[in-house]
């Protein structure tokens, strides 16, 4: 179902535009508008879940979809040899910012230490 004052199924629905890398009938991955690696690709499933906990306890095979999704653009982006990362920001504490469950790809670089402190 999709939400319409949400970012993420603005997106999906065409009604905002976005650099698509890769689509499949449940999933959409895109870049993130402000990069914070040389790569860094959102992957979301289309169908609105808040976050990844909802999404998995909902539908565990959308959750997989995404999974599958993304380890195919780190294939794709070229990751895999040199690895890469994959996060899921949740809540206040994971400092998510869109309420839209949502993968981050990032790599291309040596990405540092896992936290910022
Ligand atoms: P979060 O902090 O919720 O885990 O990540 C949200 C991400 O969405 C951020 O990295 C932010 O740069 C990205 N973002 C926010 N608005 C847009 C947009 O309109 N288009 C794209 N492609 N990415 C966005
Ligand atoms: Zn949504």
Redesign the pocket.
Known sequence: MMETDC?FCR?VAGE?P??VVRETDTTLA?????P?APV?V?VIPKEHYADVVTLTEADPGLAGDVLGTAAVVAETEGLVADGFRL???TGPY??????HA?A?VLGGEPLGPMLAR
């Open positions: 970012l997106i905002i976005a650099t895109f870049r993130d508008i402000a914070k860094h959102l996060i899921f920001n994971g400092g998510q910012e869109v309420f949502h981050h």
